[in-house]
């Protein structure tokens, strides 16, 4: 929120940080994304994930000791569920995902599996990138990939680095245009 620098008018000043939060409680409990994605969900398709059909017979694809687990949403209602617990609009790439562009993986802590970041891998000129890591509310989560010795940065070069060994690129759209959550 802070490194959005939001500016307010008048009557949020006034009416203050409560005003503020419930109306953005509400629209998300009321936005689109629920309703057409919710009442429909059944209706799209699971997709392939190579980590989710490969991970038993692989090596690790991020370091034992990470305190942070890597889980790759594959169907409608994981992208749903995900978008309801971290309130963010994931689950609008279900598309991307059908059609092989996109990779989203759910980030959790080890020790209580609780979430913890949202991480979209998606193709660009051939290779798989991490083009967006949010938090919950779409905190932005990109900056902490420039300390290499984060263990959130670890994980994540990991799982890309892991990704384009092991990933073949079908359907390759060059200059694939990066998108927010």
């Known amino acids: 929120f802070v490194a959005t620098k939001p500016s307010f008018d008048k009557n949020q000043l006034k009416r203050g940080w409560m005003y503020l939060e419930k109306a953005s409680d509400a629209w998300h409990e009321h936005h689109e994304t629920n309703y057409s994605y919710g009442e429909n969900i059944s209706e799209y398709p699971n997709w392939e994930c190579i980590l989710s059909t490969r991970q038993e017979n692989s090596p690790a694809v991020i370091p034992e000791d990470s305190p942070f687990e890597i889980i790759p949403l594959t169907t409608p ?19 991307s995902c059908i059609e092989g562009k996109t990779r989203i993986f759910s980030v959790r802590l080890a020790g209580n599996g609780q979430r913890f970041a949202t991480a979209e891998l998606s193709r660009i000129s051939g290779e798989w990138k991490l083009v967006q890591l949010k938090g919950k509310s779409n905190l932005e989560l990109m900056h902490r ?25 079908q359907n390759e759209t060059p200059g694939t245009e990066v998108s927010t959550m």
Do not use: F, G, K
């Not at 209602?77 to 598309?95: D, K, N, P, R, W």
């Not at 990939?145 to 690129?169: E, G």
């Open 77 to 95: 209602q994981q992208m749903l569920e995900e978008t309801q617990a971290m309130h963010h609009c994931v689950v609008t790439y279900i598309e």
């Open 145 to 169: 990939l420039h300390t290499a010795s984060d263990p959130l940065a670890v994980a994540l070069q990991s799982l890309v680095d892991w990704y384009n060994r092991n990933s073949p690129i």
